[in-house]
């Protein structure tokens, strides 16, 4: 609903209503806090980039065909080993030692001698194969190679390598236990050598008793030690017997049970996992990056943080606005969500003593909707017969720029068929007085200016503010605001910098308008200390 101005004092009744809480909303906030990150916030985040993952999630997925071709999969042949029986101490270590021995330096070496290639680096080709038990007798030998011929020859060479270790490592066990019984046997003969020579030394001595004696005891001694001679040597000789067969038995046991063979693969089996890894992990990236920004985030994108910030209600917000890129034409004011805000501002517009009604439209960070929505609410106001002044202290004046003015000062021109007097400052003026009375007293003003506020109705301001400046000039150009900020462009300081501002001034921060606000908000945009005078502008506006 637009509300139209009269006659005479050119304003509805209503609007003198905010004159008595207009007041209420001059208090300071605190420091502004973002709200919750609830699940549902973090479902908002993810809706509003959805474009930016799914895109993240293209490229991952075309990353992952791209690795597919650049670095395929390896092939892969296996071989068994058999194992031959042996008496384990421990049951299953046989196998366990097997596959150690397999994966040692030692047969990847013999592995690479056995395929011609240098053996200086045999840690290296170790990662290019497994051995693994199927059984407590069956070694599985995998290898992997960049074709399948070279995964073959590699598998072969390993099981040749390990049969020959194992056939080198049964020998060697077997010569050192020959050479330990051998070791027994020598000592053995050693002993009785000795005994022998002290009995003939002692005999080629003059005989005694006592000689006697000791002669008989050391040949006792011989004579026992020939005794276990003789018994350790068939001993050791069926020793010898038995290791060998079963050297033997474990040699010709041990061998290549399956030569090695291609591992059959899918044509499209990896192709698929790698596009699924590429698109999975795009996908966990992006989303990730996006909830960890959100989360870090100090931009406002609720109704209720921007209330809370700015310290006044937010009692409109609008979808984003897809004008097109770069400043939209005044034929952009058609939009139906521009003319919600238009509306708004319509009945926000602020009387004052002298009859000049007033209303200032600060943009919190991108001028370009609020001075299409200027533009809209003067020539609206021009077509109902009132005479709009129209001052742009916007940063490049962009609402000049619309209405076709390029050059600084009071100009009249002719937009959509309808007069407006255009005031737009010098740049060099930063802080341009305005024709309004400030806190009882009226700073001096240009000729131009005064000449044309006196013979205006309706005076519309769009104002940018500077923290570096303050905004002590606002309230000589309207005696009410209203702010517009952008869903996600502001940080929460600037907003509140923004609302401080206003006050400060002396202008009355009369509400926010919030561009681009997520379908998916519920809060209403009425916090604290800004419920009670929202309510009474509600009241005051339905009488």
């Given at each position: 609903?637009?509300?139209?101005?009269?006659?005479?004092?050119?304003?509805?009744?209503?609007?003198?209503?905010?004159?008595?809480?207009?007041?209420?909303?001059?208090?300071?906030?605190?420091?502004?806090?973002?709200?919750?990150?609830?699940?549902?916030?973090?479902?908002?985040?993810?809706?509003?980039?959805?474009?930016?993952?799914?895109?993240?999630?293209?490229?991952?997925?075309?990353?992952?065909?791209?690795?597919?071709?650049?670095?395929?999969?390896?092939?892969?042949?296996?071989?068994?080993?058999?194992?031959?029986?042996?008496?384990?101490?421990?049951?299953?270590?046989?196998?366990?030692?097997?596959?150690?021995?397999?994966?040692?330096?030692?047969?990847?070496?013999?592995?690479?001698?056995?395929?011609?290639?240098?053996?200086?680096?045999?840690?290296?080709?170790?990662?290019?194969?497994?051995?693994?038990?199927?059984?407590?007798?069956?070694?599985?030998?995998?290898?992997?190679?960049?074709?399948?011929?070279?995964?073959?020859?590699?598998?072969?060479?390993?099981?040749?390598?390990?049969?020959?270790?194992?056939?080198?490592?049964?020998?060697?066990?077997?010569?050192?236990?020959?050479?330990?019984?051998?070791?027994?046997?020598?000592?053995?003969?050693?002993?009785?050598?000795?005994?022998?020579?002290?009995?003939?030394?002692?005999?080629?001595?003059?005989?005694?008793?006592?000689?006697?004696?000791?002669?008989?005891?050391?040949k006792t001694d011989r004579n026992q030690a020939q005794s276990q001679l003789t018994i350790q040597e068939a001993t050791n000789n069926a020793s010898l017997a038995s290791t060998e067969i079963a050297t033997k038995s474990q040699i010709i046991g041990t061998k290549l049970l399956d030569a090695?063979?291609?591992?059959?693969?899918?044509?499209?089996?990896?192709?698929?996992?790698?596009?699924?890894?590429?698109?999975?992990?795009?996908?966990v990236l992006s989303m990730g990056v996006i909830v960890v920004r959100a989360l870090v985030s100090d931009r406002l994108r609720r109704r209720d943080d921007v209330s809370r910030a700015l310290g006044a209600p937010v009692r409109l917000s609008v979808p984003r606005l897809r004008l097109g890129?770069?400043?939209?034409?005044?034929?952009?004011?058609?939009?139906?969500?521009?003319?919600?805000?238009?509306?708004?501002?319509?009945?926000?517009?602020?009387?004052?003593?002298?009859?000049?009604?007033?209303?200032?439209?600060?943009?919190?960070?991108?001028?370009?909707?609020?001075?299409?929505?200027?533009?809209?609410?003067?020539?609206?106001?021009?077509?109902?017969?009132?005479?709009?002044?129209?001052?742009?202290?916007?940063?490049?004046?962009?609402?000049?720029?619309?209405?076709?003015?390029?050059?600084?000062?009071?100009?009249?021109?002719?937009?959509?068929?309808?007069?407006?007097?255009?005031?737009?400052?010098?740049?060099?003026?930063?802080?341009?007085?305005?024709?309004?009375?400030?806190?009882?007293?009226?700073?001096?003003?240009?000729?131009?200016?005064?000449?044309?506020?006196?013979?205006?109705?309706?005076?519309?301001?769009?104002?940018?503010?500077?923290?570096?400046?303050?905004?002590?000039?606002?309230?000589?150009?309207?005696?009410?605001?209203?702010?517009?900020?952008?869903?996600?462009?502001?940080?929460?300081?600037?907003?509140?910098?923004?609302?401080?501002?206003?006050r400060l001034s002396g202008t009355t921060l009369m509400t926010g308008v919030l561009i681009g606000a997520d379908k998916a908000d519920q809060s209403i945009g009425i916090t604290g200390a800004t419920a009670t005078a929202d309510h009474l502008a509600d009241h005051a506006l339905g009488q």
């Amino acid at each position: 609903m637009t509300l139209s101005l009269r006659d005479g004092d050119n304003l509805p009744e209503p609007l003198w209503a905010y004159d008595d809480f207009a007041s209420l909303d001059q208090r300071s906030v605190g420091a502004p806090t973002g709200g919750l990150a609830s699940l549902g916030y973090i479902k908002a985040a993810l809706r509003r980039t959805t474009r930016v993952w799914i895109s993240i999630a293209v490229l991952g997925l075309l990353a992952g065909l791209a690795a597919y071709k650049e670095v395929p999969p390896a092939y892969k042949a296996t071989s068994e080993v058999l194992l031959a029986s042996s008496a384990e101490t421990v049951s299953g270590q046989a196998i366990l030692d097997a596959e150690a021995f397999a994966q040692s330096n030692q047969v990847a070496a013999a592995a690479l001698r056995k395929m011609g290639l240098p053996s200086s680096d045999p840690g290296s080709f170790t990662g290019d194969y497994t051995a693994t038990e199927l059984t407590n007798r069956v070694l599985l030998i995998t290898s992997k190679a960049k074709s399948s011929a070279l995964a073959v020859q590699e598998a072969n060479a390993v099981a040749g390598a390990f049969l020959s270790f194992q056939d080198q490592l049964l020998r060697t066990q077997q010569q050192q236990v020959t050479a330990a019984l051998q070791q027994q046997i020598a000592q053995a003969k050693q002993r009785i050598s000795v005994l022998t020579k002290q009995i003939k030394a002692l005999s080629a001595r003059p005989p005694t008793p006592a000689l006697e004696t000791r002669i008989v005891g050391l040949k006792t001694d011989r004579n026992q030690a020939q005794s276990q001679l003789t018994i350790q040597e068939a001993t050791n000789n069926a020793s010898l017997a038995s290791t060998e067969i079963a050297t033997k038995s474990q040699i010709i046991g041990t061998k290549l049970l399956d030569a090695a063979a291609p591992v059959a693969r899918s044509k499209h089996k990896y192709l698929i996992l790698y596009s699924i890894i590429g698109l999975f992990a795009g996908l966990v990236l992006s989303m990730g990056v996006i909830v960890v920004r959100a989360l870090v985030s100090d931009r406002l994108r609720r109704r209720d943080d921007v209330s809370r910030a700015l310290g006044a209600p937010v009692r409109l917000s609008v979808p984003r606005l897809r004008l097109g890129r770069g400043r939209p034409a005044l034929g952009a004011a058609e939009n139906p969500d521009i003319q919600r805000i238009v509306g708004l501002l319509d009945r926000s517009i602020q009387p004052s003593s002298r009859g000049l009604a007033s209303l200032a439209v600060v943009p919190v960070d991108d001028t370009n909707v609020p001075a299409l929505c200027v533009a809209a609410l003067a020539v609206s106001c021009a077509r109902r017969g009132l005479q709009v002044m129209v001052a742009d202290l916007g940063r490049g004046a962009p609402v000049a720029a619309l209405l076709g003015i390029a050059e600084p000062g009071v100009r009249v021109t002719d937009a959509d068929g309808t007069r407006l007097i255009v005031m737009v400052p010098d740049p060099e003026d930063l802080m341009p007085a305005g024709p309004l009375p400030q806190g009882g007293r009226r700073r001096e003003v240009s000729e131009s200016v005064a000449e044309a506020s006196g013979a205006a109705d309706l005076l519309i301001t769009l104002a940018s503010l500077d923290p570096a400046l303050g905004a002590d000039h606002l309230s000589g150009w309207a005696g009410a605001a209203v702010a517009m900020a952008t869903a996600g462009q502001p940080s929460a300081a600037r907003v509140q910098a923004v609302g401080e501002m206003i006050r400060l001034s002396g202008t009355t921060l009369m509400t926010g308008v919030l561009i681009g606000a997520d379908k998916a908000d519920q809060s209403i945009g009425i916090t604290g200390a800004t419920a009670t005078a929202d309510h009474l502008a509600d009241h005051a506006l339905g009488q």
